[in-house]
């Protein structure tokens, strides 16, 4: 395949296995038994070892920690991922996954690289059967051949078959997925779900599969299995595996709605200590303290449910789920935990503020006769949501109350969620001062992370300079804001982050254009459209290139238009610069450029399906 600007990079799905296949094609089976993350995509990743072994090499060591994740064990002393990028949020229903993120952008480089340089197509066998996480990967791929021009074929077969092994909850979410994959690669629908397939379960590779198909295995016992569902759901949850989450917590409650047996709860425990990799983190709290009797157990994986559901977009299975955990018997700090998810949802997807504020209520409620060590803690996160719905309704002195009333719950705890809590409350401090203007007071505020700087990465540091540069900025601090955002692209440079690198590049870019500061301006821009292709990114590479012309004077817009035509993450941005460069419209592109912001947490649109 070459890289010859205005040939097309062709995908196709069918929904069997077409009579004839292009010749010298890449051929693969990315069919997996069980929705396992990565199953299908470390096949793909296989045959592109086989088919250009010089450009795997180079990427897998150049990318020691995503590598590591996809074929565990592959490199020995390199950071783990969680060190280096972010994962979800379970307290927060936050579903963005920086891990994910690079994860699949690596993957998706190499099958582009492997293409370039084998010039060969890529038959994908048993797409209709792969786990949706790899997939991902696939879609990203094809918009980022497409930004580089590449002359070649994807195919994609047997769309239309399922694997033995899903989830009842997820059946219709899949469909959908499927559509958007559809969409994302500008292929047509296919139509409905077809057949189920006989295929025979793989070794496993990694924990996660290793769960799954213990969850499944009706030789195990009931109490292993259990267990296994709930680690399996955890692990899900850090590879945005929502099919297989959904499927383990379904298996689970299925298993716990059998007759009672003595000492079950119990052998869950055995279980889980048996099978446990030790992890513990607030992104989600599942850990051996989570376990308890059948109906807490229950619970617990409604809870899970719900927030996947949440992950997904499906709001209203969402409330149902964690209503149903509510269903059970359980301690009123457990039953407070669930209201505060109902009331995260009804702030941040429904915004039925009122409604959520009455969670809030319940849940205190439930929480006056509590005498749990942790009830102050729960306390805490339920007057966070609070505060989070009094901000939505711009009630921001109402909004401070309830974060100073959860500080004071949390103040003298120190355990991780304490923690985490703490670190919103302050976050959300800065923001409700930012939101009344007072900068000089949302500065300080969020300067009192800097006392314990060195407890923080540099990951930390990235997102924290970058806000304090934000917040600069809009005070017309503009030195200052500047030798900010630009310590935290060396953050980002440190970590080798394009995706922040390009960020920050490109907002550098637009204010240097605005000042006037065209020397710099073409600099910055000139960086960021070198990080947009680094990610695969068209529409960042296109509004960078417009920058650079902008910032130099010129007039061709032909390659910014090119690349903002290769992109399908963003339609209406997408469009809306593709009619200002088409009308070569130098105004309306100036405007669409990227500001400077006071947050830098962006959606990972390119590897997500909605």
Request: aromatic share 6%; with cysteine.
């Given at each position: 395949?070459?890289?010859?600007?205005?040939?097309?990079?062709?995908?196709?799905?069918?929904?069997?296995?077409?009579?004839?296949?292009?010749?010298?094609?890449?051929?693969?089976?990315?069919?997996?038994?069980?929705?396992?993350?990565?199953?299908?995509?470390?096949?793909?990743?296989?045959?592109?070892?086989?088919?250009?072994?010089?450009?795997?090499?180079?990427?897998?060591?150049?990318?020691?920690?995503?590598?590591?994740?996809?074929?565990?064990?592959?490199?020995?002393?390199?950071?783990?991922?969680?060190?280096?990028?972010?994962?979800?949020?379970?307290?927060?229903?936050?579903?963005?996954?920086?891990?994910?993120?690079?994860?699949?952008?690596?993957?998706?480089?190499?099958?582009?690289?492997?293409?370039?340089?084998?010039?060969?197509?890529?038959?994908?066998?048993?797409?209709?059967e792969c786990d949706l996480v790899s997939l991902?990967?696939?879609?990203?791929?094809?918009?980022?051949?497409?930004?580089?021009?590449?002359?070649?074929?994807?195919?994609?077969?047997?769309?239309?078959?399922?694997?033995?092994?899903?989830?009842?909850?997820?059946?219709?979410?899949?469909?959908?997925?499927?559509?958007?994959?559809?969409?994302?690669?500008?292929?047509?629908?296919?139509?409905?779900?077809?057949?189920?397939?006989?295929?025979?379960?793989?070794?496993?590779?990694?924990?996660?599969?290793?769960?799954?198909?213990?969850?499944?295995?009706?030789?195990?016992?009931?109490?292993?299995?259990?267990?296994?569902?709930?680690?399996?759901?955890?692990?899900?949850?850090?590879?945005?595996?929502?099919?297989?989450?959904?499927?383990?917590?379904?298996?689970?409650?299925?298993?716990?709605?059998?007759?009672?047996?003595?000492?079950?709860?119990g052998r869950v425990v055995q279980a889980w200590?048996?099978?446990?990799?030790?992890?513990t983190t607030p992104a989600i709290e599942i850990?051996?303290?989570?376990?308890?009797?059948?109906?807490?157990?229950?619970?617990?994986?409604?809870?899970?449910?719900?927030?996947?559901?949440?992950?997904?977009?499906?709001?209203?299975?969402?409330?149902?789920?964690?209503?149903?955990?509510?269903?059970?018997?359980?301690?009123?700090?457990?039953?407070?935990?669930?209201?505060?998810?109902?009331?995260?949802?009804?702030?941040?997807?429904?915004?039925?503020?009122?409604?959520?504020?009455?969670?809030?209520?319940?849940?205190?409620?439930?929480?006056?006769?509590?005498?749990?060590?942790?009830?102050?803690?729960?306390?805490?996160?339920?007057?966070?949501?609070?505060?989070?719905?009094?901000?939505?309704?711009?009630?921001?002195?109402?909004?401070?109350?309830?974060?100073?009333?959860?500080?004071?719950?949390?103040?003298?705890?120190?355990?991780?969620?304490?923690?985490?809590?703490?670190?919103?409350?302050?976050?959300?401090?800065?923001?409700?001062?930012?939101?009344?203007?007072?900068?000089?007071?949302?500065?300080?505020?969020?300067?009192?992370?800097?006392?314990?700087?060195?407890?923080?990465?540099?990951?930390?540091?990235?997102?924290?300079?970058?806000?304090?540069?934000?917040?600069?900025?809009?005070?017309?601090?503009?030195?200052?804001?500047?030798?900010?955002?630009?310590?935290?692209?060396?953050?980002?440079?440190?970590?080798?982050?394009?995706?922040?690198?390009?960020?920050?590049?490109?907002?550098?870019?637009?204010?240097?254009?605005?000042?006037?500061?065209?020397?710099?301006?073409?600099?910055?821009?000139?960086?960021?459209?070198?990080?947009?292709?680094?990610?695969?990114?068209?529409?960042?590479?296109?509004?960078?290139?417009?920058?650079?012309?902008?910032?130099?004077?010129?007039?061709?817009?032909?390659?910014?238009?090119?690349?903002?035509?290769?992109?399908?993450?963003?339609?209406?941005?997408?469009?809306?610069?593709?009619?200002?460069?088409?009308?070569?419209?130098?105004?309306?592109?100036?405007?669409?450029?990227?500001?400077?912001?006071?947050?830098?947490?962006?959606?990972?649109?390119?590897?997500?399906?909605?």
């Amino acid at each position: 395949m070459s890289a010859r600007p205005g040939l097309a990079f062709a995908v196709s799905v069918e929904q069997g296995v077409p009579s004839a296949l292009p010749s010298r094609a890449i051929e693969v089976d990315v069919g997996v038994a069980l929705p396992t993350a990565f199953g299908g995509l470390r096949k793909v990743l296989k045959a592109c070892e086989d088919a250009a072994p010089d450009v795997h090499r180079a990427i897998a060591a150049a990318h020691p920690s995503e590598w590591n994740r996809l074929f565990p064990g592959t490199t020995q002393g390199v950071p783990a991922l969680e060190d280096l990028a972010l994962s979800p949020s379970e307290r927060r229903l936050h579903r963005e996954s920086e891990q994910a993120f690079w994860i699949l952008t690596v993957a998706a480089r190499t099958i582009v690289e492997t293409l370039r340089a084998s010039g060969r197509p890529l038959v994908l066998h048993g797409a209709g059967e792969c786990d949706l996480v790899s997939l991902r990967a696939v879609m990203r791929a094809a918009e980022w051949a497409r930004l580089d021009g590449l002359d070649g074929t994807l195919l994609l077969t047997g769309w239309r078959m399922r694997r033995p092994h899903g989830a009842a909850a997820f059946e219709s979410r899949r469909q959908a997925y499927l559509d958007a994959l559809c969409d994302r690669m500008r292929v047509p629908h296919a139509s409905g779900p077809g057949p189920v397939s006989s295929r025979a379960m793989e070794p496993t590779v990694d924990l996660e599969g290793r769960y799954l198909r213990l969850v499944v295995d009706e030789s195990e016992s009931r109490e292993a299995r259990v267990a296994a569902a709930i680690l399996a759901v955890r692990s899900c949850f850090f590879t945005t595996n929502y099919e297989g989450a959904l499927l383990a917590a379904e298996h689970g409650l299925a298993l716990l709605e059998s007759a009672p047996e003595p000492h079950f709860p119990g052998r869950v425990v055995q279980a889980w200590e048996a099978l446990d990799s030790g992890l513990t983190t607030p992104a989600i709290e599942i850990d051996r303290a989570s376990l308890g009797d059948e109906d807490e157990l229950k619970a617990l994986l409604h809870r899970c449910m719900g927030v996947v559901h949440v992950f997904t977009g499906s709001h209203d299975d969402a409330m149902a789920a964690f209503g149903r955990g509510l269903e059970c018997r359980l301690p009123p700090e457990l039953r407070a935990r669930l209201h505060m998810f109902r009331a995260l949802t009804l702030t941040k997807r429904f915004g039925q503020l009122p409604n959520a504020r009455a969670e809030v209520e319940a849940g205190l409620a439930e929480l006056a006769r509590s005498t749990a060590p942790d009830r102050a803690l729960q306390e805490g996160w339920l007057r966070n949501v609070c505060a989070l719905t009094w901000f939505q309704e711009r009630k921001l002195d109402k909004a401070l109350v309830e974060e100073k009333l959860a500080m004071r719950c949390v103040g003298d705890l120190h355990d991780a969620s304490a923690t985490h809590l703490k670190i919103n409350l302050i976050s959300n401090a800065s923001y409700l001062q930012e939101s009344a203007r007072q900068f000089a007071d949302a500065i300080s505020t969020w300067r009192r992370f800097e006392g314990i700087s060195e407890r923080w990465g540099v990951n930390f540091s990235k997102h924290h300079r970058y806000r304090l540069a934000g917040l600069e900025f809009a005070a017309g601090q503009r030195d200052e804001a500047v030798e900010h955002f630009q310590l935290a692209y060396a953050s980002a440079e440190a970590l080798r982050d394009s995706f922040h690198r390009q960020v920050i590049a490109a907002e550098l870019g637009r204010l240097f254009l605005d000042d006037g500061r065209m020397d710099l301006a073409v600099e910055w821009f000139a960086r960021a459209e070198q990080h947009a292709r680094e990610i695969g990114e068209p529409l960042k590479a296109a509004e960078s290139l417009a920058g650079l012309s902008l910032a130099a004077g010129r007039e061709d817009w032909s390659e910014a238009l090119r690349c903002a035509r290769a992109s399908t993450t963003w339609p209406k941005e997408t469009q809306a610069l593709v009619d200002a460069l088409t009308k070569s419209d130098a105004k309306a592109v100036h405007a669409l450029l990227p500001r400077p912001r006071t947050k830098l947490n962006r959606p990972f649109d390119s590897v997500s399906l909605y």
